[in-house]
């Protein structure tokens, strides 16, 4: 049963366009947001976040958008550039509890220059 | 500023034998994470502590597996003994403790078990 599904395992862009990474959730009681970057042969790494109380959040190139309504989570990287590509993961917390931290599975991002 | 540190980077072993992971998080962190990664089902979380106290347990696998933190700047996840099917990355991360807190993670350790 999976509460969180990223559909597209892989997105190729073009530097300089827009990359867009998307997340479908069904769990409704998700109340924060957040995507990870992970470079191969290296963990995760926080990149943005977003609360379940604003539907938008930009920090630089990167602007992660929730519609809860649709129960839907997407980043938008504006422009993209190669030192972009990398795997993509979203996550949800639920419940306040640091353990109540469930990941999709990844989109692999590759930007060509 | 130094992140989480895992140790070995690379583990190759047999069937049966012991494996131990290690992690030390980053300094002033109260909460620490081991998580496995498989391509069939992504990260999972095995367990958690916070405050050197284990909070979690209920993504442990099976009894094989076993993890303390004997204080707050160090971790040990153990697998005894080892199959195949445990063969993944696994990763340590740890976190401020507050709601919503990112975490933040360790390079991994990628384990083989022939």
């Known amino acids: 049963d999976q509460q969180v599904k990223q559909n597209s395992p892989s997105l190729s862009v073009q530097e300089g366009r827009i990359s867009i990474l998307n997340c479908d959730y069904t769990?409704?009681?998700?109340?924060?947001f957040l995507w990870y970057k992970k470079y191969p042969a290296e963990g995760p790494t926080f990149l943005i976040s977003?609360?379940?109380?604003?539907d938008k959040n930009e920090d630089g190139r990167f602007t992660v958008f929730l519609n809860k309504s649709a129960k839907h989570l997407s980043l938008h990287i504006v422009p993209s550039q190669p030192g972009d590509s990398a795997v993509y993961f979203c996550?949800?917390?639920?419940?306040?509890?640091?353990?109540?931290?469930?990941f999709g599975k990844g989109t692999k991002l590759s930007v060509k220059p | 500023d130094a992140g989480v540190i895992q140790s070995p980077r690379h583990e190759v072993t047999e069937m049966g034998q012991e494996v131990t992971l290690r992690c030390k998080p980053i300094?002033?962190?109260?909460?620490l994470f081991w998580y496995r990664q498989t391509m069939m089902r992504g990260l999972e979380l095995l367990i958690y502590?916070?405050?050197?106290?284990?909070?979690?347990d209920s993504g442990m696998p099976e009894d094989r597996f076993s993890a303390k933190m004997p204080n707050a700047s160090f971790s040990t996840l153990k697998i005894q003994p080892s199959e195949p099917r445990d063969s993944a990355v696994y990763f340590c991360?740890?976190?401020?403790?507050?709601?919503?807190?990112?975490?933040?993670f360790g390079n991994g350790t990628r384990l083989t078990v022939t």
């Open positions: 769990n409704s009681m998700f109340d924060y």
């Open positions: 502590f916070n405050n050197n106290v284990p909070i979690d």
């Open positions: 300094s002033g962190h109260n909460s």
């Open positions: 991360a740890s976190s401020w403790g507050q709601e919503n807190s990112p975490l933040h």
């Open positions: 996550a949800f917390f639920y419940g306040g509890s640091q353990g109540n931290l469930i």
């Open positions: 977003i609360s379940s109380i604003k």
